[in-house]
């Protein structure tokens, strides 16, 4: 299995702020990394998928990058509506794996 | 716009088989993979297995003993059996499609519908 670790677990952040998260596989998968949102009690929602590339609808403060092993999601200027759970996750091979996700709170 | 709606018991007791149906709605099951994820309370995502139209799985060898998953092509869904279902099994169950890009190299889940919590006890 490819572990995907996540950091920060979580962070506090204002509204504005710059936002950036990381995500390590354990081994090289190339693009093969997705992003995801979840809100409490919903299901998770795609962001970015290949690494960077932006799903239709999700707006455009959200950016993905990176290759290989190392992975960023940053948002540019979080809204009330972000704060949520992100994940990334793997899709090099099977079994598809999730990083522990990224709680993003209120300051 | 395609949308998934789960269905199945939600509440089970231990050695029992849990079994879900996701139907899918505005779209075919040719093309793609259909997965089964699952959640358990204040927890994160684990990925239980996946089927395509024409029967071909991928299953997470963590539960590959307990898991089965079909398609009904006549009724446009696919389910998932677990049995023997324990405490641990308690969860919150999302069925995805997984879409890939037209070189075969990446691919992701969406969408995915509502979730349904599944618990033992």
């Known amino acids: 299995d490819i572990q995907m670790t996540q950091s920060p677990s979580s962070l506090s952040a204002s509204v504005g702020d710059r936002v950036t998260i990381t995500c390590r596989a354990r081994?090289?998968?190339?693009?093969?990394l997705n992003w995801y949102q979840q809100n409490a009690g919903e299901a998770p929602k795609l962001l970015i998928y290949?690494?960077?590339s932006l799903q239709s609808g999700v707006p455009s403060r959200f950016s993905g990058s990176g290759s290989g092993t190392d992975f960023t999601l940053t948002i540019s200027s979080l809204q009330p509506e972000d704060f949520a759970t992100f994940y990334c996750?793997?899709?090099?091979?099977?079994?598809?794996?999730f990083g522990q996700g990224t709680k993003v709170e209120i300051k | 716009q395609v949308q998934l709606q789960l269905g199945g018991a939600g509440l089970l007791k231990p050695s029992e088989t849990l079994s879900l149906t996701c139907a899918v709605y505005?779209?075919?099951?040719?093309?793609?993979?259909w997965n089964w994820i699952r959640q358990p309370p204040g927890k994160g995502l684990e990925w239980i297995g996946q089927?395509?139209?024409?029967?071909?799985?991928n299953y997470n060898p963590s539960l590959k003993s307990r898991v089965t998953m079909s398609i009904d092509r006549s009724k446009n869904q696919f389910s998932l059996k677990l049995t023997s279902v324990t405490a641990a099994d308690t969860a919150v169950y999302y069925c995805?499609?997984?879409?890939?890009?037209?070189?075969?190299?990446?691919?992701?889940?969406?969408?995915w519908g509502q979730g349904t919590l599944v618990s033992v006890s």
């Open positions: 995805a499609r997984e879409v890939g890009s037209l070189r075969g190299d990446v691919s992701w889940f969406d969408p």
């Open positions: 089927m395509n139209h024409s029967g071909s799985t």
């Open positions: 505005g779209g075919s099951l040719s093309g793609y993979f």
């Open positions: 996750q793997q899709s090099y091979n099977t079994p598809r794996t």
């Open positions: 081994q090289n998968i190339t693009n093969s």
């Open positions: 290949a690494a960077s």
